[in-house]
């Protein structure tokens, strides 16, 4: 409450002197009214540009093994230490940004676009409604990871598959989701007078209902993209995620799991990594939750 | 009351149908022959052959699914390829760690997220709040498997107290039993705990702004009494409904949790099956957990009756 208050006090000024805001203004107003997104979003653009620009940030080749210099501690030469094959952590944690990055992006996208299509479908034709809800539901019944893994154990290894055995159990969620707000929205005012102007049913789902869900969708996304970098993770770890040649999170943290008495620092910076990044796309979540003033 | 709680056991007859039909689905919706997947790498056509009969892929898929679901019906859920020992058998040897660990996990959790959320929600806007919120979402985002390594590593491999790993029964004694289970359910609970306390400081929120609490404050009665008796009771629907929901994340990450502490569960379970492709276990844990986790949702809706006479089905 106080904070609210001192933050309608510092923008009085601006207000009274008419003068154009400065960008900078502007953004430094922004983050004092959303500072878990800025925070989050401020992590996020670091992590994705460690994983991206790799090559820019001192890394070596995350795959050339020098067996005189396995298993050292972090150091000048290895900031983050080296695993069993002597293969450099720190390159291979910076790289490792890339699988999660990729995975968690495509599963939130896929998801959303399959999801929302489905869901505008069956919350508007009842007729198929109850049925496809008693699906879903059951579908939500199965741990999303039991789920995943069960997938995993019937596709080759692969970051396509993995990806593929994320979106899967996300599907029923979004569905839900759009299908509870097209409920609602199909009662409104707008739809009724769009349907009397002689409106088709895709003209106003596209149109008047798509638009309405926008806001709770973003949001949604974000989280999808958190959980899918965790499951990932999870997934590599177990050994039926991304191929061990890959150098990811949930892969490197696999390979050290054998080592942790030795050598903990395998598992602790690639471990710290994704614990940010999943934390800083859940402050994004929850910043635009609150931005976007979604329930 | 009783009729309430007959429909909604009632209502869970189609989603458990609906489980066992998408568990056995699921071998038929991934591209390829499930019969040559799961005969592995290096199996020559006879070892294919044998799998599609023992698994009965040969007959048709209507024909199949009709057997599936006769045998959950008569309570058989086939046998391990890997080990020839039925399903059930598997899954009970290995029920009573992951049980002992998603109870201890619960407990841990219940028992620290809702004081922390009543807490949070009272002193709302406060350091004590603040520090909560961020806990909660540090919490929510932490990679269990690495949170376990953290604390093997603190408290096992440098302070020497706990052990790294390995699952003693209960029959052993109550002592070595929870010396090997605190470190595992507090790894497990943390995620839930996050969930909890979030739920119950955002719904304790709603109810203190009501009229009848600010009575209950303003007639002199302790605050304990106002936020336990007035507010909690009637915030805790939300925080029951998040409990029950909130066991998918539980169970997912007793699988990752067994993983990391070597305990003998059935996400130990899970995880061999799937590196074997040794999918009659797979299925039959899949089904069992969902079942698990219906039920629960199914006591949580039986609570609501109890917690709020009001609601009426």
């Known amino acids: 409450m106080a904070s609210s208050i001192r933050a309608l006090g510092a923008e009085l000024p601006a207000a009274t002197a008419a003068a154009p805001l400065s960008a900078g203004d502007r953004f430094r107003r922004f983050a004092r009214r959303n500072p878990t997104l800025v925070l989050g979003g401020a992590v996020m653009v670091l992590i994705a540009m460690s994983g991206i620009l790799a090559p820019a940030w001192w890394t070596g080749d995350p795959l050339t093994m020098r067996p005189v210099e396995r298993l050292q501690p972090p150091s000048s030469t290895h900031w983050f230490g080296s695993d069993n094959f002597g293969r450099d952590i720190y390159s291979r944690t910076l790289y490792g940004a890339r699988v999660s990055l990729v995975v968690g992006a495509s599963v939130a996208l896929a998801s959303l676009i399959i999801g929302t299509a489905l869901g505008l479908v069956i919350g508007f034709y009842r007729r198929i409604d109850t049925i496809m809800m008693r699906v879903m539901d059951g579908l939500m019944a199965i741990p999303a990871i039991l789920l995943a893994l069960a997938l995993m154990a019937l596709m080759k290894g692969s970051v396509r598959n993995v990806i593929i055995a994320l979106i899967i159990p996300e599907i029923p969620r979004v569905i839900r989701l759009v299908r509870a707000s097209v409920l609602s929205l199909r009662e409104h005012t707008m739809v009724e007078g769009a349907r009397a102007l002689g409106a088709q049913t895709p003209r106003i789902l596209l149109r008047y209902i798509l638009p309405a869900l926008t806001a709770p969708l973003i949001v949604q996304a974000t989280y999808i993209c958190a959980s899918a970098i965790l499951f990932e993770a999870y997934l590599s770890f177990l050994g039926a995620g991304t191929p061990p040649h890959i150098p990811s999170w949930g892969n490197i943290m696999a390979e050290g799991k054998a080592y942790v008495q030795l050598a903990f620092w395998i598992i602790l910076f690639p471990g710290l990594f994704l614990a940010l990044t999943v934390l800083a796309i859940n402050l994004i979540g929850d910043g635009l939750r609150d931005l976007l003033d979604v329930r | ?313």
Do not use: C
């Not at chain 2, 936020?227 to 409904?241: D, E, I, Q």
């Not at chain 2, 059935?266 to 969902?290: F, K």
């Open chain 2, 1 to 313: 009351m009783m009729r309430e709680i007959v429909r909604r056991l009632l209502a869970t007859v189609p989603v458990m149908g609906v489980v066992a039909i998408a568990v056995f689905a699921l071998l038929h919706v991934t591209p390829g022959d499930p019969a040559v997947i799961i005969a592995g790498d290096y199996a020559t056509a006879d070892d294919i052959a044998r799998v599609r009969t023992r698994l009965g892929l040969d007959k048709p898929f209507t024909t199949q699914v009709g057997i599936w679901l006769g045998g959950i019906a008569r309570g058989d859920l086939g046998a391990s390829i890997y080990s020839g020992l039925p399903v059930t058998t598997l899954i009970k040897q290995r029920a009573e760690a992951t049980i002992s660990l998603t109870l201890l996990a619960m407990l841990i959790s219940i028992l620290v997220g809702v004081p922390v959320g009543v807490l949070a929600a009272w002193r709302r806007g406060s350091w004590l709040d603040r520090g909560v919120m961020v806990l909660a979402v540090s919490g929510f985002s932490m990679p269990t498997f690495w949170l376990g390594f953290v604390l093997v590593y603190v408290f096992a491999i440098s302070a020497h107290w706990l052990p790294v790993q390995g699952f003693q029964p209960i029959e052993r004694g109550l002592w070595p039993f929870l010396r090997h289970l605190i470190l595992p359910a507090i790894t497990l609970s943390v995620v839930y705990m996050a969930l909890i306390a979030r739920m119950t400081r955002a719904s304790m929120l709603g109810v203190l702004g009501e009229d009848y609490v600010r009575t209950a404050f303003a007639k002199g009665l302790a605050p304990r009494r106002v936020l336990l008796r007035h507010a909690l009771k009637n915030a805790s629907l939300p925080v029951v409904t998040i409990i029950g929901i909130g066991f998918a994340l539980l169970i997912g990450g007793a699988v990752v949790t067994e993983s990391v502490f070597a305990l003998p569960g059935l996400g130990r379970l899970t995880v061999d099956a799937i590196v074997r492709r040794d999918y009659p276990v797979i299925q039959g844990v899949i089904l069992i957990v969902s079942g698990v986790y219906v039920g629960i949702n199914l006591v949580v809706d039986v609570l609501y009756v109890v917690l709020d006479p009001r609601i009426k089905y």
